[in-house]
């Protein structure tokens, strides 16, 4: 692991990583426990993402760049602006989710005040998107960025190499991210490609292809750095693979204990990135663990919060099942 | 005025539009350049608006899709164009999943306003694949409008109107219309309603609903009906998705005869959904069973002189199925 000082991050701004690493951990926990007491009908996680996330999201600007996210993203949206009361209202299907006023299942993420944009569930249908967004970037002559981000199973949809290849050939400020987590639902990874990364198709398309360890907190933020810099400068788009791990099923409606002998769920949960990180922030002296529990205690206590003034917010009302399918004339 | 050709129009009105806003940018595969299109349309828009507003594509039509898409997020109004309809197949989850489907899944938060543009139709020994019809595959998704223009005058101002609507609308070209039909259009900036059908010409006995080059068989075979004493209201659907109900059911209470006809296949067309809403709502009004005029159910239309000639349906068979109609 490398030195938390590396990162060239203040103090303050390690500490607020923290904070977004630990409030994704804790809400995932709680839409679980939501699903489990059929108050929410679904939720798929990104716990063993966090750090990585985390990471990635803070070398972009979030009040200027804009990020098309899939379902794991739960973590770096809220980096990106969302709160935790936002993937509440998105969960519970209220009218006021900004992700889609209660049209979507849980877990995808839009929202227009933070530029992050919806994203359907044929997976990776916003590789293409995110394309036309760089490009327009470049017609704009703005320097913003766009990031987006898919799964290491869904990376083999055709539509991905399309957009690749052509942010290739356009040489468009957009960053693309693989977070490999060794997981397609119960697939592991020597049925999803022959490679020995999947970072290597970046030079493929003609750009920089990376893969970083996603638990590594460091070498993450600085790897993503280094090319969104360089995207903003012009230099062209970058292809990060972020190796994390799934820590639990892919989803309320799997169980990973089918195909994942008890051994390697132990084996997760030793390397946690959140444990990790943890460590080296009482290490390397930025926090001790009496800080730590007393923000774990504040978190919790801002979800309990989300959580009870989200229920309270009204469902969408069945007359408005034929809004905005149309432009109004 | 100035005469034109059908394709002419269609340049003409992006040519307006992108005139009028440099938002509005288009791409596809050998649409710029100074190629310009396999059909021409585009060419000279490259020179005209720089090769950022008019540019070609890589051969991926998800892409052609999906960047369409994204620059809508961003405030452009892009016109991605597939070369051939039959290539939207591998757009439609795009077309779908995403353009057709933003402004709803986002209540409106975030828009796809898009224009599609597809050269369809057959009867260029195009084979399985340059000569399909392929509005059945995306009719019937809300949020995605689908539209045709059947004349010179149409073509300009719908396309006018695709550019300038916040809707994504696919916009379909009849490609042997293209240098077929040449009628004077109008210099003015006007626009061609996207959700309206158009009555083309007016008679009592039977009604026509088609478009397309159908459509030009209609008015051709209307005149020759006309001679033996019968009169044929000929409706252009113009509005494939959604359809004009009101104009469709409206023409065919004024007659209560009515020919459907489409070069797609027999079942499963959009005539199929026409047939089901006047079945619902002008029953009553029918003096004879409604009638379908269509391509047979084979995949497409084959190669083979023989073959195309026996799957298109021309102006001959129009005639026939209108005469027997207006008799029984």
């Known amino acids: ?329 | 005025m100035a005469m034109m050709t059908y394709l002419e129009a269609i340049r003409k009105g992006i040519e307006e539009e992108m005139a009028r806003d440099e938002k509005v940018v288009i791409f596809g595969e050998d649409v710029g350049g100074v190629k310009g299109g396999v059909f021409g349309v585009t060419k000279g828009l490259a020179e005209q608006f720089g090769d950022d507003r008019c540019f070609n594509t890589p051969l991926t039509e998800g892409q052609i899709g999906g960047l369409a898409v994204g620059l809508g997020l961003v405030g452009f109004r892009a016109i991605g164009e597939f070369q051939f309809a039959d290539y939207i197949l591998p757009a439609v989850n795009q077309l779908i999943s995403e353009a057709s489907r933003m402004r709803y899944r986002t209540k409106g938060d975030w828009i796809a306003p898009i224009v599609y543009r597809a050269p369809y139709g057959g009867g260029v020994r195009g084979g399985l694949y340059h000569s399909q019809t392929t509005d059945k595959v995306l009719f019937g998704q809300p949020g995605l409008r689908i539209v045709t223009p059947s004349s010179p005058h149409d073509a300009k101002g719908l396309i006018k109107a695709a550019i300038r609507s916040d809707d994504p609308v696919l916009f379909y070209e009849h490609k042997r219309l293209y240098r077929l039909l040449k009628e004077d259009v109008s210099d003015e900036d006007y626009v061609v309603p996207l959700d309206k059908a158009n009555v083309v010409r007016e008679g009592d006995d039977i009604t026509v609903i088609g478009y397309g080059m159908v459509l030009n068989h209609a008015l051709k075979a209307a005149e020759t009906l006309s001679k033996e004493g019968f009169e044929a209201e000929v409706v252009d659907v113009r509005s494939l998705y959604p359809l004009d109900k009101e104009t469709l059911v409206k023409a065919a209470k004024k007659t209560g005869k009515v020919l459907l006809v489409t070069e797609d296949n027999l079942e499963g067309s959009i005539m199929s959904e026409i047939s089901a809403i006047i079945a619902e709502e002008a029953l009553f009004d029918l003096d004879a069973p409604i009638k379908r005029l269509a391509g047979p159910d084979s995949p497409s239309m084959p190669y083979s002189i023989a073959l195309e000639r026996e799957f298109l349906v021309d102006e001959e068979k129009v005639t026939n199925a209108m005469r027997e109609l207006a008799e029984f």
Request: aromatic share 8%.
């Open chain 1, 1 to 329: 692991m490398r030195k938390l000082e590396e990162s060239g991050l203040t103090k303050d701004e390690i500490i607020k990583a923290y904070r977004h690493i630990l409030l994704g951990r804790r809400l995932d926990e709680r839409l679980w426990q939501l699903t489990r007491i059929g108050k929410t009908s679904f939720n798929i996680s990104g716990q063993g993402h966090e750090v990585g996330q985390v990471a990635m999201a803070m070398a972009f600007q979030p009040e200027k760049d804009y990020f098309l996210p899939y379902y794991r993203d739960m973590t770096a949206c809220m980096v990106w602006g969302m709160t935790a009361k936002d993937i509440m209202l998105g969960s519970l299907g209220k009218e006021d989710d900004p992700s889609s006023h209660g049209r979507q299942m849980p877990n995808h993420y839009g929202s227009k005040e933070h530029n992050i944009v919806s994203h359907s569930s044929t997976v990776s249908t916003q590789f293409p998107l995110a394309t036309g967004v760089a490009y327009g970037a470049q017609l704009k002559n703005e320097d913003y960025v766009t990031l987006t981000a898919t799964g290491e199973g869904s990376a083999n949809q055709g539509e991905v190499q399309e957009a690749m290849n052509f942010a290739g050939v356009k040489k468009l400020p957009l960053i693309f991210v693989i977070e490999n987590n060794g997981y397609a639902i119960s697939v592991g990874t020597d049925e999803q490609y022959a490679n020995e990364t999947m970072a290597e198709r970046g030079p493929a398309y003609g750009f920089p292809g990376k893969r970083v360890n996603g638990n590594d907190f460091v070498e993450t933020y600085l790897a993503f750095k280094e090319v969104v810099d360089n995207a903003r400068k012009g230099g062209g788009p970058a292809l990060i693979e972020l190796m994390v791990s799934r820590l639990t099923s892919h989803s309320a409606d799997d169980d990973h204990s089918v195909y994942r002998t008890k051994e390697d769920i132990e084996n997760l949960k030793k390397n946690d990135g959140l444990l990790f990180f943890e460590k080296q922030l009482i290490d390397e002296g930025y926090l001790t663990r009496d800080e730590m529990t007393d923000i774990d205690a504040e978190l919790k206590k801002a979800i309990n919060q989300a959580t009870d003034e989200a229920e309270e917010m009204p469902e969408p009302t069945a007359d408005t099942i034929l809004d905005q399918i149309y432009a109004e004339k």
